[in-house]
């Protein structure tokens, strides 16, 4: 059996695991790892959450001196 | 672009001159065609004017809009094009691919998270585990205290890590799209992807771990 991997290794290739483009080996021994490891579960979860979270930012609001300009600019191409 | 919002509607309204249907859209993205424009440029009011030229191409260019890409897409993909542009008359003529990125094969976990070769089979593994976080509350201030922890620490990155957690996580473009506005390979998005996720995800843990 290959060695096992460990936790320190693991974190590198959990952006990889999650987007599904590692080799099929390296998956299987991730998650063999992961079947016995809860920081790594949790870390794995962890990462899910926050990509998840950060869809869900919205931007803040437009200054006023933002949106006049860009409707002045709108106004101006309607015109046109 | 929000799921709520059907596109080939928005898209007449903006044809058809509908001054709200611009207003939504530009709300839903000038901040951030403004925060990728400052990778590119040297100083805030270039960015902004960067953006506003943006905007205008978007519209002049409305009619000829083929949806071979989404909105979201060919305006983030123009802005892009202008970026490069304006910064190559700058003079400033650094490719966004050759931007550096500090010790990018640094690990992502603090090390001293793990334990040392000196405790052998152990070695490698974590000293103290992540834990489950606690349950994140929805719609409330605490929530809107999540957000605001998530935009700091991605302001804090590096702007090559920035530009591509913002297309990807915040905008939720795809990889292939991503590459295309920012003109760097899958394999170097995907190293700034990582060190960016790890970074917010650092954030957030500083942030959510249980009370003690």
Same mark, same amino acid.
């Given at each position: 059996m290959a060695?096992?991997? !460990? %936790?320190? $290794?693991l974190v590198e290739l959990v952006t990889e695991y999650i987007e599904g483009t590692l080799p099929y080996d390296v998956r299987m021994?991730?998650?063999?790892?992961?079947?016995? %490891? $809860?920081? %790594? !579960?949790n870390y794995v979860e962890q990462m899910r959450q926050t990509i998840q979270l950060t869809g869900q930012i919205r931007e803040e609001n437009l200054s006023p001196e933002q949106k006049d300009d860009l409707l002045k600019l709108f106004r101006d191409w309607k015109r046109a | 672009m929000n799921a709520s919002v059907d596109e080939a509607s928005l898209l007449n309204s903006l044809? *058809?001159?509908?001054?709200? *249907?611009? &207003?939504?859209? &530009?709300?839903?993205?000038?901040a951030t065609l403004v925060r990728l424009a400052r990778l590119f440029v040297s100083d805030e009011p270039t960015a902004e004017e960067l953006a506003q030229e943006t905007w205008l191409a978007v519209l002049q260019g409305l009619e000829r809009f083929q949806h071979r890409s989404s909105l979201k897409t060919w305006i983030f993909t123009i802005l892009a094009n202008k970026a490069k542009t304006r910064s190559q008359r700058e003079k400033r003529t650094i490719a966004?691919? /050759?931007? /550096?990125?500090?010790?990018?094969?640094?690990?992502? @976990? /603090?090390?001293?998270?793990?334990?040392? *070769?000196?405790?052998? @089979?152990? *070695?490698?593994?974590? @000293?103290?585990?992540?834990i489950q976080w606690r349950e994140i509350p929805e719609d409330s201030l605490l929530h809107d205290e999540t957000m605001k922890v998530i935009l700091q620490a991605i302001d804090l990155l590096p702007g090559t890590q920035r530009a591509v957690i913002t297309l990807r996580d915040m905008q939720e473009l795809s990889t292939d799209e991503v590459c295309n506005i920012l003109g760097i390979t899958e394999t170097n998005q995907r190293v700034l992807l990582h060190r960016a996720r790890a970074k917010v995800r650092q954030a957030l843990e500083e942030y959510l771990q249980p009370e003690h």
């Open positions: 060695e096992l991997m !460990t %936790c320190k $290794e021994r991730v998650e063999q790892h992961l079947v016995g %490891c $809860e920081g %790594c !579960t | 044809r *058809a001159g509908d001054e709200s *249907a611009f &207003v939504w859209l &530009v709300e839903q993205y000038h966004f691919s /050759d931007l /550096d990125d500090p010790a990018s094969d640094s690990p992502t @976990v /603090d090390p001293d998270r793990f334990k040392p *070769a000196s405790e052998g @089979v152990w *070695a490698g593994h974590w @000293v103290e585990g992540p």
